[in-house]
């Protein structure tokens, strides 16, 4: 009889070695389930009269408190089920398994255990093989087909009529036209040459509609860029300068504002403001006059953004001016005459807002909000004018064109709270939408009415589980703290389980932002600190020393803040991977049993992979399917949010667009989009409602948060688009037009246009749009046998040079992308491999190498701060660039 036992079974989160399962408590077959559900790679079987043992081939920690198996934990090199304390273990013997019941310890040793097979559960030797029926189309019937009347009726068929024949070629040629020239009429090369001389841009255009861009009813009006000066203008004004055209026209227009002068001091107010300059501050001027403006025939308002040209007036006379236009508005207004007013505040004066506010002021918001549209005013001032004329619809396509929700929000709730409310609901929608769920609970909280609604999405957020769900006990915690002990379990799951150090840091980091300090956030803190702590130590969050004390005094706990220890060093940190000196190497891992068409990391060790026509999975960083979404998909479009996703499928000239909304796991179609553009380009990232997308002459901004992807942003090009690049800060395109390649630079997320510069490139070579401007890439094989990749960086002529490795036998080039702004990724061939190399441009120098198998290439995606490559055996390699951290697995 063994010594008598006080602690039978491990508690809370331990280093398991080992499950037992019991004969007493299962039979043979529910044992061997059960084997299988918690099998790991590396893993072991052995078979005893007293049950089944499965050793791991290394400790996992995990909470004793749940699982299927007893778990066993080494105690002095033998398994043992329980801790034992003092002489307990004394009579362990040779054993090598110590198993605890009735207060005694029973051993056992390994060697007495039969091995276990359990492939056999899953072999396929018992299923029989059978051929599938061929469909081939040699085989296949015929599909059946309409006949033409005229091919059924024969000679009994009038013949067509001229006009009819008529109709018919012209429906030919002009579908001949539209093919020939890429869906869009080309200009003659003389009013092309005048559309450069004047400086214009190719005309814009915004509507609603299919995704096609074609117009609809109700849709908001275009984004004009801002106004040039008219190169013809410039170039003029400087001839001017140098000769004495300029004091000719000097007196002239000196002696038109005399007349003008004349006219407002003789009370004639409606000649003078047919006659009046207009002042600017309303608009972009197209340059310097050179004359005198004619007289207007009325006094309508301009529709557009631009104010025309504009007269160069001293400082006195601009001030003048002003003044007297100023008090002629006051006279008008006064007068009841309220479009003359108007056209002074607007045409004159350039005050554009303080005219949209007269007429909301005369109850006319209707024609303010089209005012507004056409002058492209701030996003916030239309969707408030829409809303007053009860225009719901376009201001909502608006607010989420420009994010516009939170600023107009603050414009309408002092003195039109309904709309605000109104406003606000749809702004907890939209953040909805975009997989924000929390930001749209706080949102719709100040809302009574809707609090329950706001709660419904908390619930949802919680199920998340992951990071969200972790934030969002920090949310319940603030909005509904008396509900916070129902949420013990999870809690308890948080502090002991060492697999969940990613949601720990997450709620750390809500805490820390957490606007107020309140009883229920302060026992949050208390209960997750020592975990916290635990897990900077050994290097799973990056919270500093400072961080970790806030949370202590957060807590408010006097007897935790005294058994605190000093917080230890954090382990070491990876560099930063283009930062770095040293070169990491890695290889391809072992081929899966899924091919990946496209990933992207879904936060810490869960990825969106998309199958083909498989379908989506989102796995684990095993591999293994976590969610199946039955939709195909060989494109990912990813939010940044990491809660919603478009799958985009490639069907016979369309691309089907589908949402996944990844916290409620549900999926709803969108519409399509025409493949008939071969240039079709689109960002791999959108922030859950505007998704940008070019083809090979345009430029689209769709709008996902309804079915239809209707148009919010379109502007229409010279010449095709032969590559864009899509980042955090912005867009920019590199477009080939008829006389040269341009290069457009959008910022903000009004997509305002920050530049159009020319940019001159070789079109025999390989080029790439970086952060700077452009790289143009050209290999090189020397006389040595070695290879050089030699580019010209952004505004500069010279070669650079970079030694690419002389075993390679035939350097490949169509696998280059420039990464994080300094990094420049080529491939080379190996024989039966590839290697990807990354360079930091700068310095020249090597940072990452990774062999690749050659008959199934690599897809690189760079994704927020990873480097992802994927092939269609099924591979994965992630290369984190802020610290140099890789992870490798295969789909299976």
Not at 46 to 53: I, P
Not at 330 to 354: K, P, S, T, Y
Not at 572 to 580: F, H, I, S, T, V
Not at 638 to 659: C, F, M, N
């Amino acid at each position: 009889m063994n010594a008598p036992v006080r602690q039978p079974l491990w508690q809370g989160c331990q280093p398991v070695a080992a499950l037992w399962f019991a004969a007493a408590l299962r039979d043979e077959s529910a044992r061997e389930r059960c084997l299988l559900r918690e099998w790991q790679p590396g893993a072991r079987a052995l078979r005893f009269d007293e049950g089944d043992l499965l050793c791991f081939a290394a400790p996992v920690w995990r909470d004793c408190n749940q699982g299927l198996g007893l778990p066993l934990c080494r105690h002095d090199g033998v398994l043992c089920s329980g801790p034992l304390q003092g002489g307990e273990g004394a009579s362990l013997g040779e054993g090598e398994i110590g198993l605890i019941g009735g207060a005694q310890l029973h051993t056992l040793a390994l060697q007495l255990g039969q091995p276990l097979d359990l492939s056999r559960h899953l072999s396929l030797a018992d299923y029989a093989l059978r051929l599938p029926f061929d469909l081939d189309e040699t085989g296949a019937a015929a599909p059946l087909t309409g006949k033409n009347p005229r091919e059924v009726l024969g000679a009994k068929a009038p013949p067509a009529s001229a006009a009819a024949r008529q109709f018919q070629q012209l429906l030919q040629r002009r579908a001949a036209e539209r093919r020939k020239q890429g869906g869009m009429p080309q200009r003659g090369p003389f009013a092309r040459w005048l559309d450069r001389l004047a400086g214009k841009k190719p005309a814009s255009a915004s509507a609603t509609g299919d995704g096609s861009g074609k117009p609809a009813p109700g849709g908001i009006a275009a984004r004009r860029p801002p106004a040039r000066p008219q190169r013809w203008r410039t170039w003029l004004s400087r001839a001017i300068d140098l000769t004495r055209t300029g004091a000719l026209l000097g007196w002239q227009q000196a002696a038109y504002l005399r007349k003008l002068l004349g006219q407002f001091e003789n009370n004639n107010l409606d000649e003078a403001l047919r006659n009046a300059l207009p002042l600017g501050g309303g608009g972009e001027s197209a340059g310097e006059a050179f004359g005198t403006p004619g007289r207007r025939s009325n006094l309508s308002l301009s529709s557009q953004r631009d104010s025309g040209i504009a007269i160069n007036l001293p400082e006195a006379i601009h001030h003048q001016l002003r003044k007297l236009y100023r008090q002629a508005f006051e006279r008008l207004d006064r007068a009841g005459r309220v479009d003359e007013a108007l056209f002074v505040l607007a045409e004159l004066l350039g005050a554009r807002q303080e005219a949209l506010d007269y007429l909301v002021k005369h109850q006319r918001a209707a024609e303010a909000a089209e005012l507004a549209l056409g002058w492209d005013m701030p996003a916030p001032s239309i969707v408030r004018l829409l809303l007053l004329a009860g225009d719901t619809a376009r201001a909502l396509l608006v607010a989420r064109r420009d994010d516009a929700f939170a600023a107009t929000v603050g414009l309408l709730e002092g003195q039109h709270p309904e709309l605000a409310a109104q406003l606000r609901l749809e702004w907890g929608r939209s953040l909805v939408a975009r997989g924000d769920w929390l930001a749209a609970v706080e949102t719709v909280w100040p809302l009574p009415s809707q609090r329950e609604l706001a709660t419904q999405w908390l619930l949802a957020a919680e199920k998340a589980g992951a990071e969200l769900g972790a934030r969002a006990l920090v949310q319940r915690a603030v909005l509904l703290p008396d509900s916070l002990p129902q949420q013990a379990r999870r809690l308890r799951a948080l502090h002991d389980s060492a697999a969940l150090s990613s949601e720990r840091a997450a709620l750390a980091q809500a805490l820390l932002a957490a606007p107020q300090r309140t009883t229920a956030l302060g026992r949050l803190s208390a209960l997750l600190l020592p975990a916290i702590a635990a897990d900077r130590a050994l290097g799973r969050n990056t919270l500093s020393g400072k961080e970790l004390d806030r949370l202590a005094r957060h807590a408010g706990d006097p007897l935790l803040l005294a058994d605190l220890p000093p917080w230890l060093t954090p382990a070491a940190q990876g560099e930063p991977l283009l930062r770095g000196n040293t070169l990491l190497q890695l290889a391809a891992p072992a081929a899966g049993l899924h091919g990946v068409c496209d990933i992207a990391a879904l936060g810490r060790d869960r990825w969106l992979v998309a199958l083909g026509e498989t379908g989506v999975a989102v796995v684990d960083a095993g591999g293994r399917s976590v969610q199946r979404y039955a939709l195909p998909a060989q494109d990912l479009v990813v939010a940044d949010s990491g809660l919603v996703a478009l799958a985009l499928a490639r069907r016979e000239g369309v691309i089907q667009v589908s949402r996944i909304d990844l916290v409620g796991q549900r999926i709803s179609d969108l519409g399509s989009l025409p493949l008939a553009d071969p240039g079709l380009v689109f960002n791999r990232r959108y922030d859950g409602l505007c998704w940008s997308v070019a083809g090979s002459r345009h430029i689209r901004v769709l709008d996902t948060a309804a079915p239809g992807l209707a148009v919010l942003w379109q502007v229409e090009t010279p010449g095709c688009i032969v590559q864009a690049r899509y980042c955090a800060a912005g867009e920019d395109y590199l477009v080939k037009a008829p006389d040269g390649f341009e290069r457009w630079v959008y910022r903000g997320r009004e997509r305002r246009l920050a530049r159009r510069e020319e940019v001159v490139l070789d079109s025999a070579r390989p080029v790439l749009l970086e952060e700077n401007g452009t790289l143009q890439l050209q290999l090189v094989h020397t006389a040595d046998d070695s290879h050089k990749l030699l580019f010209n960086p952004a505004g500069s002529e010279q070669q650079e040079v970079l030694e690419l490795d002389p075993a390679a036998a035939a350097p490949t080039c169509h696998h280059c992308l420039a990464v994080d702004g300094c990094g420049l990724l080529a491939a080379l061939q190996y024989g039966r491999n590839l290697r990807y190399l990354l360079f930091h441009t700068y310095r020249k120098q090597r940072v990452l190498e990774l062999d690749w198998p050659a008959e199934s290439p690599a897809q690189v995606f760079v994704r927020g701060d990873s480097l992802l490559f994927a092939d269609a055996r099924g591979r994965v390699v992630q290369v984190h660039l802020d610290s140099s951290r890789t992870q490798t697995f295969a789909l299976i």
